[in-house]
């Protein structure tokens, strides 16, 4: 068993739910955050004392602040963070998007994750900690309708990748984990159609939140001298398409 404590962002559904689940049940302290509470109570009753929920928007800097200060004692040492919040908001081609959305994922997926990452660094420097962010394939392969969803997780790649040069000599380890398909809510979030998310995983064994949190488990848990700096993941029935060309 294990006396660390990992904070988790969007604990409430998916690979976050899931890691949450994984790392509790490896003796792990956990702290699930979200923002809706009526999931995190369900989780925290679930799990037990071991896990603590904080509900709060990860685009309110001010509710970040009041949730970290609000820790009780034995959660206040936090040896690693998991930066998992974070959504797709449409399809549509960047011509036809919708600018709304767009500022949303940049919020969540860039602006949400540098602010918690930076009021936690401290600590995780302190502790020789260690931060797992949640990129995905879509930052290093841009498929059609991706546009600023991609260019947010390439953000979280490449700043992942950034912290890793900063923290050199602290000890702190940072790994940027990419999924590809993951059957969640996230299609869903994505497209608000249920119809759509079921075509998309439909007969495509697509890889599940558990997988994931497997997967993270591993890598917080490798020896202390291993840095695993990006992981890259696929279900077997995913892989890559050629080029377009479109023709006059
Ligand atoms: C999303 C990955 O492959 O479902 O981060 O578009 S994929």
Do not use: C
């Not at 299609?187 to 495509?204: E, I």
């Amino acid at each position: 068993m294990t006396d660390r404590t990992v904070l988790i962002t969007g604990a409430t559904a998916g690979i976050g739910e899931a890691a949450a689940r994984a790392f509790a049940a490896a003796g792990w302290r956990v702290i699930g955050t979200g923002r809706r509470a009526e999931r995190l109570e369900a989780l925290a009753t679930e799990i037990g004392p071991k896990m603590h929920m904080l509900a709060f928007d990860m685009r309110d800097e001010a509710a970040i602040d009041g949730a970290l200060a609000s820790l009780p004692p034995e959660f206040q040492a936090i040896d690693l963070l998991i930066n998992n919040a974070g959504l797709a908001l449409g399809t549509a081609p960047a011509h036809k998007a919708d600018l709304a959305q767009w500022r949303q994922m940049i919020d969540t997926n860039i602006n949400g994750l540098i602010a918690i990452t930076h009021k936690l660094l401290p600590r995780l420097v302190e502790r020789k900690g260690a931060i797992i962010n949640l990129s995905s394939v879509a930052a290093t392969y841009p498929y059609a309708g991706g546009n600023v969803y991609g260019g947010t997780k390439a953000f979280v790649q490449q700043f992942s990748l950034g912290l890793r040069s900063d923290l050199h000599g602290t000890g702190v380890r940072v790994t940027s984990i990419e999924p590809g398909m993951v059957e969640t809510e996230f299609t869903f979030v994505r497209t608000g159609s249920q119809d759509a998310s079921d075509t998309l995983y439909g007969g495509a064994d697509p890889m599940t939140g558990e997988d994931i949190a497997q997967t993270l488990l591993w890598v917080a848990t490798l020896p202390p001298h291993l840095n695993i700096n990006r992981l890259e993941l696929m279900p077997v029935s995913q892989s890559f398409a050629g080029f377009q060309v479109a023709r006059g």
